[in-house]
């Protein structure tokens, strides 16, 4: 038995050896690759949601401003009179 080193084969051929390497690069390059595409995806993502939050709120303001037209052309102008001793939930008397 044999302790403490592991025994493995080592690639003695220089184009295995060229080749294993090129093989290693190619894949640490595919996962940078995925990363930034993951990146990417992720802030065209995130963008869009503002854009269409974005969006929505001025849709809602000018709804909102619309209604409030429609609201102050409704409404009845008039006068009241406060009457001395009633409170808010009792009948006047």
Do not use: C
């Not at 990417?40 to 969006?55: E, P, Q, T």
């Not at 001395?84 to 009948?91: D, N, T, V």
């Amino acid at each position: 038995m044999f302790f403490g080193r592991s025994h493995r084969a080592r690639l003695r051929h220089p184009l295995v050896r060229l080749l294993s390497g090129l093989v290693g690069v190619a894949a640490l390059l595919m996962l940078l690759a995925l990363g930034a595409l993951t990146v990417l995806v992720i802030a065209l993502g995130g963008g869009a949601f503002l854009l269409a939050r974005a969006l929505r709120r001025t849709r809602r303001s000018a709804a909102a401003a619309g209604g409030l037209a429609r609201a102050r052309s409704a409404i009845i102008d008039g006068e009241f009179t406060v009457v001395a001793g009633a409170r808010h939930g009792e009948p006047a008397r």
